[in-house]
């Protein structure tokens, strides 16, 4: 905790600015001393900790937002955000509020309206934090599925090992707002740096 890894993620969606260094991926410099790239103008799809669904729209909507903003007609992005409700298992809440719905279901909401518009960088932090164990398995297999066949850059901010071992090709440790280890989750399993990292995995 507090060691900046949400606070990476907010940078790279362009929320905050850097004071130093550069940010880049895809062939793009997001952030340097010389030039930054607002929000609306990256391919970014995001899920925030806090979730952050539009509350004046239904569950439909706020996942037909992104497709909508890039400009398809309404009823194919109703249907590219209703396909992707079935994917994470809450297609029957399509016309509800967000307000009615429990921390697990918003978060699988957020999960599809982050992949209804098709972003190249995609920002998931704890993106599986409220969900119960059993959902939680669900949505990571299906998460995994997505990401496999996801044509972008995924970045994801996760306590939980497991999500990170599953869904990781590449594990980044962070630790007291320092980078402690860069590997392949295998070699973080076998090879852990630090003592945080072997904590992390469970390794003596």
């Known amino acids: 905790n507090g060691s900046g890894k949400s606070t990476a993620l907010t940078t790279m969606a362009g929320l905050r600015r ?4 550069s940010l880049a991926a895809d062939g793009t410099t997001f952030d340097d001393t010389r030039a930054w790239v607002s929000p609306e ?15 004046h729209l239904s569950v439909l909507d706020n996942v037909a937002y992104g497709p909508r ?26 016309h509800v509020r967000p307000r009615t719905l429990s921390g697990g279901q918003a978060q699988r909401v957020a999960l599809a309206r982050a992949l209804a518009c098709e972003p190249r960088l995609l920002l998931l ?27 972008g850059y995924a970045f994801l901010v996760a306590h939980d090992v497991v999500d990170v071992l599953v869904l990781a090709d590449r594990v980044v440790v962070f630790e007291q707002g320092r980078i402690a280890q860069i ?20 390794t003596n």
Do not use: K, N
């Open 69 to 94: 903003r890039s400009g398809r007609p309404a009823a194919q992005a109703r249907s590219v955000a209703l396909q992707l409700l079935e994917r994470f298992g809450v297609a029957d809440l399509a």
């Open 41 to 55: 103008q990256l391919r970014l799809g995001m899920v925030f900790q806090d979730i952050l669904l539009f509350p």
């Open 18 to 21: 850097l004071s130093t260094g």
């Open 183 to 202: 590997s392949t989750p295998t070699e973080l399993e076998r090879h852990p740096r630090t003592r945080y990292a072997a904590a992390l995995v469970g």
């Open 125 to 151: 932090d704890e993106p599986l934090s409220a969900l119960d164990a059993e959902t939680r398995l669900q949505v990571r297999c299906e998460l995994h599925r997505a990401l496999e066949g996801f044509d």
